[in-house]
């Protein structure tokens, strides 16, 4: 009886310990509640302002072990629907049994766009999704649902990936982003976290340092310290399987290089590293006819389409103003003045 009771006090002391040492027995996003080793479902609320309010969905991946906490957001641009599609398929790909650390996973931050078919923009208000962060409670509706994701996304993660693709009108070629901010230690790490991911053209980028005027949602989680990047494959409407597969598996390759999941990552040997992006906007309203396709290596000068009236008469050559890789092209003849017509990756001469 007595050696009964000493075992069973030791276990409880045992258990007690472990519990101590779990930071997050549970862990909470909006409404969704995970504890250790199990998955929830829930919505962050964006409240009413100005405008209306609405949910975010999310879901939470509280893995059996702890471990980094890892972000992955879709749908700023609720048209982008590859990226979509794919969080959608993490929330299932990962069993919380299996992983070290714990998954936020939003699919779908841009409900109104998606709902209405609207590329590049809230229809709400008219704003980008992913211009207006760290957000501000006090603005229209893209501004209040920046500073929701901001404080229930951003400040509990350790690392972001932000997934985005051709919008209904870009004729995409897959790409990460690695935002350089000086600090070597966070740099060295979000490179061989989007290495991981495996996508093999990889646009370097300067972007805000500020954290209090961050703008992009990848820059807000950047600049607070946290190694994070952006990846962006899919185009133009169809949800292709190859893009889908190309971000979920570049996800689970970068929560390996994290251990968050066994198993190796194989990170990309040989990228390509574009260093500089020069972008053609649309000086004029027309019909405008692609000559080259995503991907096409165009040199400087070369003609990439041309843009007609609605009688088909031609107005206006479009060429390449450096020599580089179309990163993307415009998919659809609806041309008005300051569409992007095309963007052209200029590729780094020295390793990364
Ligand atoms: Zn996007």
Redesign the pocket.
Same mark, same amino acid.
């Given at each position: 009886m007595k050696s009964w009771i000493v075992a069973a006090a030791a276990a409880l002391l045992a258990s007690g310990a472990a519990y101590a040492q779990d930071a997050h027995p549970t862990f909470t996003v909006g409404t969704a509640t995970a504890p250790r080793g199990q998955k929830a479902y829930g919505v962050m609320k964006v409240p009413a302002g100005s405008d209306a309010g609405y949910d975010i969905p999310v879901a939470v991946v509280h893995g059996a072990r702890p471990g980094p906490v890892l972000a992955i957001v879709s749908g700023? *641009?609720g048209t /982008?629907y590859a990226s979509i599609v794919a969080v959608q398929q993490l929330i299932d790909a990962v069993a919380p049994a299996d992983l070290s650390g714990t998954l936020i996973l939003v699919p779908l931050v841009n409900v109104p766009s998606f709902e209405k078919l609207t590329p590049h923009v809230n229809p709400t208000d008219n704003k980008s999704m992913?211009s207006r962060y760290p957000g501000d409670l006090s603005g229209t509706q893209t501004d209040r649902a920046s500073a929701v994701i901001t404080k229930e996304v951003v400040e509990q993660c350790d690392h972001l990936i932000d997934l *985005?693709?051709g919008?209904l009108d870009e004729n995409l070629r897959p790409y990460s982003y690695w935002t350089v901010t000086g600090n070597q230690k966070q740099d060295q790490e979000s490179r061989a976290m989007l290495l991981a991911f495996g996508l093999d053209h990889i646009i370097i980028s300067d972007r805000p340092k500020d954290p209090k005027a961050s703008r992009f949602l990848e820059n807000t989680a950047t600049t607070r310290g946290k190694a994070s990047f952006t990846a /962006?494959a899919g185009r133009s409407g169809p949800v292709v399987a190859g893009d889908v597969a190309a971000l979920v598996n570049g996800s689970l390759g970068t929560m390996k290089h994290l251990k968050m999941l066994g198993g190796i990552a194989r990170p990309i040997a040989r990228p390509i590293w574009v260093e500089k992006i020069v972008s053609v906007p649309a000086d004029r309203e027309g019909v405008f006819h692609a000559s080259v396709d995503r991907d096409a290596h165009v040199a400087k000068g070369a003609k990439v389409g041309f843009v007609t009236d609605y009688l088909n008469r031609p107005l206006q050559e479009i060429t390449a103003p450096e020599a580089g890789i179309v990163m993307f092209i415009r998919a659809v003849p609806s041309l008005k003045k300051g569409d992007t017509i095309v963007n052209i990756g200029v590729v780094s001469t020295t390793a990364k």
């Amino acid at each position: 009886m007595k050696s009964w009771i000493v075992a069973a006090a030791a276990a409880l002391l045992a258990s007690g310990a472990a519990y101590a040492q779990d930071a997050h027995p549970t862990f909470t996003v909006g409404t969704a509640t995970a504890p250790r080793g199990q998955k929830a479902y829930g919505v962050m609320k964006v409240p009413a302002g100005s405008d209306a309010g609405y949910d975010i969905p999310v879901a939470v991946v509280h893995g059996a072990r702890p471990g980094p906490v890892l972000a992955i957001v879709s749908g700023a *641009h609720g048209t /982008e629907y590859a990226s979509i599609v794919a969080v959608q398929q993490l929330i299932d790909a990962v069993a919380p049994a299996d992983l070290s650390g714990t998954l936020i996973l939003v699919p779908l931050v841009n409900v109104p766009s998606f709902e209405k078919l609207t590329p590049h923009v809230n229809p709400t208000d008219n704003k980008s999704m992913n211009s207006r962060y760290p957000g501000d409670l006090s603005g229209t509706q893209t501004d209040r649902a920046s500073a929701v994701i901001t404080k229930e996304v951003v400040e509990q993660c350790d690392h972001l990936i932000d997934l *985005h693709g051709g919008d209904l009108d870009e004729n995409l070629r897959p790409y990460s982003y690695w935002t350089v901010t000086g600090n070597q230690k966070q740099d060295q790490e979000s490179r061989a976290m989007l290495l991981a991911f495996g996508l093999d053209h990889i646009i370097i980028s300067d972007r805000p340092k500020d954290p209090k005027a961050s703008r992009f949602l990848e820059n807000t989680a950047t600049t607070r310290g946290k190694a994070s990047f952006t990846a /962006e494959a899919g185009r133009s409407g169809p949800v292709v399987a190859g893009d889908v597969a190309a971000l979920v598996n570049g996800s689970l390759g970068t929560m390996k290089h994290l251990k968050m999941l066994g198993g190796i990552a194989r990170p990309i040997a040989r990228p390509i590293w574009v260093e500089k992006i020069v972008s053609v906007p649309a000086d004029r309203e027309g019909v405008f006819h692609a000559s080259v396709d995503r991907d096409a290596h165009v040199a400087k000068g070369a003609k990439v389409g041309f843009v007609t009236d609605y009688l088909n008469r031609p107005l206006q050559e479009i060429t390449a103003p450096e020599a580089g890789i179309v990163m993307f092209i415009r998919a659809v003849p609806s041309l008005k003045k300051g569409d992007t017509i095309v963007n052209i990756g200029v590729v780094s001469t020295t390793a990364k």
